[in-house]
């Protein structure tokens, strides 16, 4: 017989039950990127090629689910006596913004909330402090007489302060100097975004919004796989296409021919042209010793 | 009066029935609202249009005469003997400001080429004597598809960075081993009879960025 005490104790416990399971309903979601077994991943460098395989095999599988598209992931590795540098001709830049969205294009940057890795500042002539660069300029038409445009993404530095402040060693700097990020081993602490002086890098606040039909089905583990909510990502010189040969989508995509890349190490290249005759005006923020492989010169 | 033991302890089993109750309540309010998810939600967030797909157009906006060729296009437009007469070379016009008349045939072309006159000369870089040409200073006869060097005997300083590929677009592969790298041609980017790069409609800014200060700043700023 039921009698009113234990009928009170066990809608209670029924209901504590439930309530404890409904407040745990958010973890489903969790579901959605966060597997067993990309929690249970070894770190990028300890991973053997078989398990580097099995891990491409999940994010393939992870992103075919998610945009219904069957993506080519690779894990592409530096190359022997390959150091890259960028180089960018303010004289000929217009600031027409162009990079910038190819760069969204090319590395699946979230659409909304929006993510962009280059940023491209407005600065009155005659000068050269960043403080007086605005990157929301909106003319009618550019390049506005008067200004020029200064285009800053990540500087890609020799001495990189947001690999010193990593607190997990889930960004480095690769052999060809790239510096990168494992999108599985960041904890999303940020500490990297406060170090970094050229405001490079970008955290996901919310799940990244690709619309299906304009994700890049070309991806790089370290490069423009989809990312999760809560890491943080920066420019990496589009390394799916750079150690695959190609040259950075920002640079194919400038009209004006502003932009330069290439491997310093080879006398022959045009970037080592460049950094023996043209005028290098600066390294950004030189005065911080990061040393940037990001080079801003003029042609007069 | 005291009350007696027994009333008390009524009193209070009393009191924790209410409470169980109470807190049953509670748990399946609870319940409720976590399973129907009532709060939770973020804010829907402003739809942010996707970019025009012309901003990530990697093709340069000009064909060179090489280009129309690779392409087998129409060339008609380079058939100079179709209305010039192949034994006298078309006179040039001038203004009272000796500035060139561009003829009526021509009108879609506007001269441009540097900030002074001298420069803006049909024969500076065609050829009088076979239209279908073009003569560099030197006395050299070049093709049309070989434009390239002839911007080059004049701009030598730029031609010597074009060629080193400092000056100019090149696109494909920074390793020429793996892949081939495409070199655009000077007219691919600047129109010969006014190469000045045009201004244009820049890509839209950023819009996570823009927050309600700067937008009051560029809206107040003349």
Same mark, same amino acid.
């Given at each position: ?7 009170? %104790?066990?809608?209670?416990? @029924? ?18 990127y ?8 070894? &770190? ?15 994010i ?6 998610? &945009? ?15 150091e890259?540098?960028?180089? =960018? ?10 990079c ?10 979230? %659409? ?6 280059i940023?491209? =500042? ?9 403080e ?16 020029? &445009? ?9 001495n ?18 790239i510096?990168?990020?494992? &999108?599985d ?71 004006v ?6 491997n ?10 460049? =950094?023996?005759?043209?005028?290098? @005006? ?10 940037? %492989? ?7 | ?15 924790t029935? *209410? ?7 509670g ?11 009532? $709060? ?10 996707p !970019?025009d ?11 060179? *005469? ?15 003997? +179709? ?5 006298? #070379?078309?006179p040039?016009?001038f203004d ?10 021509h009108?879609?072309? !506007? ?9 803006n000369?049909? *024969? ?37 960075? $074009? ?7 090149i696109?494909?592969y $920074? ?16 129109? #010969?009879?006014?190469? /000045?790069?045009?201004? /244009?409609d820049?890509?839209? +800014?950023?819009?996570a960025? /823009?927050t #309600? !200060?700067?937008? *009051? ?5 003349p």
């Amino acid at each position: 017989m039921l009698d009113r005490r234990n009928f009170l %104790r066990s809608t209670a416990a @029924f209901a504590g039950l439930s309530a404890l399971a409904a407040s745990l309903s958010p973890l489903r979601e969790l579901g959605d990127y966060t597997s067993t077994e990309q929690f249970l991943q070894k &770190y990028y460098k300890e991973l053997t090629p078989d398990e580097m395989k099995k891990v491409l095999q999940r994010i393939t599988n992870e992103v075919e689910r998610q &945009y219904g598209i069957r993506p080519h992931v690779r894990d592409l590795k530096p190359m022997d006596g390959v150091e890259f540098v960028y180089a =960018l001709n303010l004289t000929r830049c217009i600031g027409c913004r162009k990079c910038v969205h190819a760069c969204v294009a090319e590395n699946n940057q979230s %659409r909304n909330p929006e993510i962009q890795y280059i940023r491209v =500042l407005k600065m009155p002539h005659g000068s050269m402090d960043v403080e007086k660069g605005d990157h929301t300029y909106n003319d009618k038409e550019v390049p506005d007489p008067g200004y020029f &445009y200064m285009p800053v993404q990540c500087q890609q530095c020799k001495n990189p302060p947001c690999v010193k402040v990593c607190p997990v060693n889930a960004t480095w700097q690769e052999k060809d100097g790239i510096t990168v990020i494992d &999108y599985d081993w960041c904890i999303g602490c940020r500490y990297c975004e406060a170090a970094c002086p050229y405001w490079a890098r970008r955290f996901n606040w919310t799940k990244p919004e690709i619309p299906k039909d304009r994700l890049n089905p070309e991806m790089a583990y370290l490069g423009n796989r989809p990312r999760k909510q809560g890491v943080m990502e920066k420019c990496h010189f589009c390394i799916q296409r750079t150690r695959a040969g190609r040259y950075p989508a920002c640079l194919e995509v400038c009209p004006v021919g502003a932009r330069k890349f290439g491997n310093v190490l080879d006398p022959e290249s045009e970037i080592s042209y460049i =950094l023996r005759t043209k005028r290098i @005006f600066i390294q950004l923020k030189e005065e911080m010793g990061t040393s940037p %492989r990001f080079f801003y010169y003029f042609d007069k | 009066m005291e009350p007696t033991p027994s009333a008390s302890a009524a009193v209070s089993s009393k009191r924790t029935n *209410y409470c169980l109750g109470a807190l049953t309540l509670g748990f399946i309010g609870l319940a409720v609202a976590f399973l129907g998810n009532l $709060w939770g939600h973020p804010p829907a967030r402003q739809q942010i249009p996707p !970019v025009d797909k012309a901003f990530l157009e990697k093709t340069p906006w000009r064909k060179t *005469y090489a280009d129309l060729v690779r392409g087998k296009e129409d060339l008609s437009d380079f058939d100079c003997y +179709g209305c010039h007469d192949k034994k006298k #070379p078309p006179p040039l016009r001038f203004d009272a400001h000796s500035t060139l008349i561009v003829p009526e045939e021509h009108k879609d072309i !506007v001269m441009g080429h540097g900030s002074h006159n001298r420069n803006n000369l049909c *024969y500076n870089c065609h050829n009088e004597s076979n239209l279908e040409t073009f003569q560099v200073r030197d006395g050299r006869e070049l093709k049309f598809a070989d434009s390239t060097q002839l911007c080059g005997s004049c701009h030598g300083p730029n031609y010597r960075d $074009w060629e080193a590929g400092a000056h100019g677009r090149i696109n494909g592969y $920074w390793n020429t081993s793996l892949g081939e790298a495409r070199k655009l041609d000077c007219a691919n980017c600047h129109n #010969p009879h006014a190469p /000045r790069i045009p201004t /244009r409609d820049p890509a839209p +800014g950023p819009h996570a960025l /823009r927050t #309600p !200060v700067m937008r *009051y700043q560029a809206e107040t700023t003349p």
